[in-house]
């Protein structure tokens, strides 16, 4: 009897250890396959985030050629209101001088 019981119990337990290497042999391979599936999101990503990076580069180099040419503008906006200033001036000067002249003409009449 004790045969018996020995050998069902051997079976038992090898049956027990074939499917747990069964098991886990299937997880294995579910696992390596999701870490395929990982490094494979991970390359896409790392494509995505250098193409992302690059475009930024760029934008960021437009924004520094628009800044310097935003100051440009603004000096030659401040060197026309300048301009524009002393052509003022120059013009009262003138016509204060078109009155004075007037004045003495109308007085030598």
Known sequence: M??????????SFSVYLIVM????RTLLRKERQGGIVIK???GDAEIVIRKYQIQL???LGNIDILSDELNKIKNDLKSLRTR?????MENEK??????????KIEALL
Do not use: A, H
Not at 21 to 24: A, M, P
Not at 98 to 103: A, E, Q, R, S
């Open 2 to 11: 004790t045969d018996w019981l020995i050998t069902t119990i051997l079976l």
């Open 21 to 24: 290497v069964f098991y886990y």
């Open 40 to 42: 494979d999101t991970l």
């Open 57 to 59: 580069q760029r934008s």
């Open 84 to 88: 524009n200033s002393q052509y003022r």
């Open 94 to 103: 003138l016509r204060q001088e078109i009155k004075d002249l007037k004045g």
